[in-house]
């Protein structure tokens, strides 16, 4: 795809999005080229700390579910990945579905796991899921929404498979916490030499807690909880660890950033989830995490 020029403009809800998107084919080209064709994720072999990180990360996504939800049979995960996720609500007890543009996280990491994987365009198969007027108490939206042309549209479609009835269904998102006050400092004072955080045609859309939450609001939904992670950016105060500047340094700070969140999992969940929700009030951590439910 032929990159061009983008324009930023500010979505009613606080949002940044791109005003001139590529289309729906450029897109699909793009990704097919750069994602579908490489190994996604952390690497190919992870290392323990690895492990133990995305095994904590995903434990904190049912917490959330075991505690706001009163029924847990079905989960639709969009954009399933290397299907950690899928593993452990399927080990769970929960039958699982996942969508994702190609199997190649899942074989290589829970092979069992493939028959409950939909391979394809993820937002053609979600209308598909649509048509077969298939409900789901949890859906799942982990580093999604800021890659779509519309997310109005996309979430206008997911609660057409949400369970109506009172806590029976929930959505969770996560996305990274762009354009936040540290983003914003840094910025302005040239501690850093580019707006890292801004990458389209890969990031079309850019939240950061406060709009995240009024985003939800305004298209229906309460949302439960919002939470972040070690917010690694703090990092970037330091010439020494500023992995913007210096590319040496990011695989180091990326480590330190996944044993200190394996170190704070060590602790009871419900304060591991209070360090976390205040971190995300206060527009600390890299990513945010909702749990909501339509009003």
């Given amino acids: 795809m032929k990159m061009k020029n983008y324009e930023f403009i500010m979505a009613l809800e606080g949002y940044y999005t791109i005003s001139n998107p590529p289309s729906v084919e450029d897109l699909k080209q793009y990704y097919q080229n750069k994602y ?3 190994v996604t994720g952390l690497g190919v072999n992870m290392t323990e700390i690895e492990r133990a990180y995305i095994a904590n990360t995903v434990k904190l996504k049912g917490y959330n579910a075991e505690k706001f939800l009163k029924s847990k049979n079905r989960f639709l ?3 399933a990945g290397e299907g950690h996720t899928l593993n452990y609500f399927t080990k769970k007890g929960w039958y699982g579905v996942g969508l994702d543009f190609s199997d190649y996280g899942v074989r290589r990491h829970y092979p069992e796991l493939l028959p409950n994987l939909i391979i394809g365009d993820i937002y053609e198969n979600l209308n598909l899921i649509i048509e077969k007027e298939e409900k789901f108490n949890l859906v799942i939206l982990d580093n999604v929404l800021e890659h779509v042309i519309s ?3 996309l979430i206008s479609n997911i609660k057409k498979i949400m369970i109506e009835e009172e806590g029976c ?3 969770l998102v996560r996305v990274p916490n ?3 006050a540290i983003q914003s400092y840094l910025s302005s004072r040239n501690i850093v030499n580019n707006k890292y955080w801004i990458s389209p045609p890969d990031h079309l859309n850019y939240f950061n807690a406060a709009s995240l939450q009024k985003f939800f609001i305004h298209n229906g939904f309460i949302v439960d909880v919002m939470y972040s992670d070690w917010p690694i950016e703090l990092d970037l105060f330091n010439p020494n660890t500023n992995y913007v ?3 040496q340094v990011g695989k180091d700070s990326h480590i330190a950033r996944m044993v200190i969140e394996n170190l704070i999992a060590e602790n009871e969940i419900e304060d591991v989830m209070k360090f976390y ?9 890299r990513t945010i ?3 909501a439910h339509l009003i």
């Fill in 245 to 247: 500047n210096n590319k």
């Fill in 169 to 171: 269904s929930s959505l």
């Fill in 151 to 153: 997310p109005k549209d």
């Fill in 178 to 180: 762009d354009f936040s």
């Fill in 77 to 79: 995960d969009i954009g």
């Fill in 289 to 291: 995490t909702i749990f």
């Fill in 277 to 285: 929700e205040a971190a995300a009030k206060v527009g600390l951590g």
């Fill in 36 to 38: 579908w064709q490489e």
